[in-house]
């Protein structure tokens, strides 16, 4: 599957973003979808995940709350909308998709088999 990210862009502190990503290549309903970030100097940080159907999602510890993943199966889309940004949330921001396995849902990279390009993200305070 192929995925093209979109949506980043400056923004600043308190205010929101909504990237989205597109697929194509696959049946998009059966691959997990994620979001994962890299700012300067830092290691790839998990942001969220959502299950095939829709019906389940996990987040990373610094943005529960603030941060809401979708999908749309019949658009081949994943969203992550972004509210309250902080400036530590500068990052580029990448989807990712691992192929339906039973289990809970994956945060690890290493997981994710398919990665698309980068959008950036920055948060201005």
């Known amino acids: 599957v192929q995925l093209q990210a979109s949506g980043g862009g400056l923004v600043q502190s308190g205010g929101f973003l909504r990237l989205s990503c597109a697929a194509s290549g696959d049946t998009f309903s059966r691959y997990v979808m994620a979001w994962f970030r890299q700012a300067p100097g830092k290691e790839r940080e998990f942001v969220a995940a959502?299950?095939?159907?829709?019906?389940?999602?996990t987040y990373g510890d610094s943005v529960k709350g603030r941060f809401t993943i979708s999908r749309d199966n019949a658009k081949n889309t994943v969203d992550l909308q972004m509210n309250s940004l902080k400036p530590e949330d500068t990052a580029v921001y990448c989807c990712a998709a691992y192929y339906y396995r039973w289990g809970k849902l994956r945060s690890d990279e290493d997981s994710y088999s398919y990665w698309g390009q980068g959008t950036q993200v920055t948060v201005s305070s």
């Open positions: 959502i299950s095939c159907s829709g019906g389940s999602t």
